[in-house]
């Protein structure tokens, strides 16, 4: 019976083997997700809601002005401020409205405004293309650098490019049967092979056909579905003018002096002694529109006579249109020039940085101030503040700013550019510097003072008479305000100023 015994043990250790195997199968089902997972149905996803503004004027406002992109801008005139067009009565003003909007459309013409909108590139393109910095003169031709495809296998490429400001075309010498449309605006590229394909599109050239200016041409790119596009700039690079300052850089080979007078002969000579105590032979400008022209003795001095009364920024224009030389120095006729007039540290900073003017001080006085602009589809929003952007680059003690005081060194050509309006014929001043605004860049460096003349009433009964007539043209009356204030609405296209 022992063969029986032994063949019940077997019967049961493999029971207990199935058992066991089963168990362990269901036990690594759950361990390991054997079962495929029953579908879950999607969560519903809640998409969050924009800042709200009150949030958005705290993160993108700067000294208390809300910089941030609006269709309309507001000026808050309660403490300090300008409406300009409350400088035109309610029944001129519609008609000086329109008269503005149409200048604006002209000025937009000349100036390629507005800019086209941003270019955007859909998600996983098949090519390599530049999306900055081709630039072609007018009638020139240029190579398109970076041209390349990077998409699928295709039984044939057929890529095309389209313009339509100017003509396309490769350098490739290959045949019109792979190649069609050479010199149009329509370039078709037709290949079997990607590597021919690459090699045409590496040695594509844009040509401007039509002689214009400041222009920008969008070319496509397109393989099947896929659209590319990119920009090509038509503009003549800016012709330099510049000055030679000689082969030993003498500051009178670089620097011109210029100022304004009027009615003041006693201050004007003033200033001039203390240039020559400190500059011997440095050119000094001088426009004058007074009623007695001055005689003076000095080889180095240039003296412009004016019909009488003709203006302050008329002077300024006259005085600087004289200069010949890369730099101009502008003073008020009474100031004063002292050991702390270097000129040359001046000359220095626009030497060495990107400024178009830098002031010193006069007397400590600085007048530092920011200009701040707010766009609107009706006019802009002007806020001024006082004070500086940032220090400047190199020089710790100079900062970056928008207007200085009525001493300062100008690149001659970017002065004579944006010119001072000859229709501001009493006080003007910060006027220069907003007609120069996106196109000056200013900065202020304290450390270079000039002192200012006695203001204490002249002994001399002669003066003192010249004295009280100048007085009079000294202060703006309400008339020049209102004109000050239109000027900024139409020429300036300003709607507010704070």
Excluded at 32 to 48: C, G, I
Excluded at 281 to 289: G, K, Q, R
Excluded at 460 to 486: G, I, M, P, W
């Amino acid at each position: 019976m022992p063969s029986c015994g032994f063949f019940r043990m077997s019967i049961l250790v493999l029971g207990l083997g199935m058992v066991s195997f089963m168990f362990r199968s269901v036990y690594l089902a759950d361990e390991f997700s054997l079962k495929p997972a029953l579908p879950h149905p999607a969560q519903a996803v809640h998409m969050p809601k924009l800042l709200p503004e009150e949030r958005l004027r705290d993160l993108f406002t700067y000294d208390g002005i809300w910089l941030f992109p609006k269709n309309q801008c507001k000026c808050d005139i309660k403490h300090q401020g300008y409406n300009f067009q409350d400088a035109y009565g309610q029944r001129d003003l519609p008609a000086v409205r329109a008269r503005r909007q149409a200048e604006f459309e002209h000025f937009q013409r000349r100036e390629g405004l507005p800019r086209p909108p941003p270019l955007l590139a859909p998600p996983n393109l098949p090519f390599g293309y530049p999306v900055h910095g081709v630039e072609v003169m007018p009638l020139h031709t240029v190579p398109i650098p970076g041209l390349q495809f990077d998409g699928p296998n295709a039984s044939i490429y057929e890529v095309t490019l389209t313009a339509s400001l100017g003509t396309l075309n490769t350098l490739a010498d290959i045949s019109d049967r792979v190649v069609q449309g050479r010199g149009q605006k329509k370039l078709t590229i037709s290949t079997r092979s990607r590597k021919l394909l690459n090699f045409i599109l590496q040695h594509v050239t844009y040509t401007s056909t039509v002689y214009q200016q400041h222009r920008v041409d969008v070319v496509s790119l397109e393989f099947q579905s896929s659209v590319a596009k990119f920009p090509v700039t038509i503009r003549h690079p800016v012709m330099p003018k510049l000055h030679d300052p000689g082969p030993d850089r003498k500051l009178r080979d670089l620097v011109t002096i210029a100022t304004k007078t009027f009615l003041r002969p006693h201050k004007l000579m003033t200033m001039l002694r203390s240039v020559r105590e400190y500059y011997p032979d440095l050119t000094v400008i001088v426009a004058d529109d007074s009623k007695e022209p001055l005689k003076i003795n000095d080889s180095h001095v240039e003296y412009y006579i004016m019909p009488f009364g003709k203006g302050w920024f008329a002077g300024r224009n006259l005085a600087v249109s004289q200069v010949t030389t890369k730099y101009v120095l502008w003073v008020d006729d009474d100031f004063l020039f002292n050991n702390k007039t270097k000129i040359e540290l001046l000359v220095d900073v626009l030497e060495k940085t990107e400024l178009d003017v830098v002031g010193g001080s006069v007397l400590g006085n600085v007048f530092q101030f920011k200009l701040l602009l707010e766009q609107g589809e009706d006019g802009d929003c002007l806020h001024r503040r006082p004070g500086s952007f940032r220090p400047l680059d190199g020089f710790p003690h100079c900062v970056v700013t928008s207007g200085v005081v009525n001493f300062f060194l100008a690149h001659t050509e970017r002065l004579q550019r944006v010119g001072f309006d000859p229709r501001l014929q009493r006080v003007a001043h910060s006027e220069f510097f907003i007609d120069g605004l996106g196109s000056l860049l200013v900065g202020s460096c304290p450390d270079v003072i000039i002192g200012h003349q006695d203001r204490s009433p002249a002994v001399d009964t002669e003066l003192a008479a010249l004295e009280k007539v100048y007085s009079k043209y000294r202060a703006n009356t309400r008339d020049q305000v209102h004109f000050k204030l239109a000027l900024h609405y139409f020429k300036n296209r300003l709607q507010c100023s704070t």
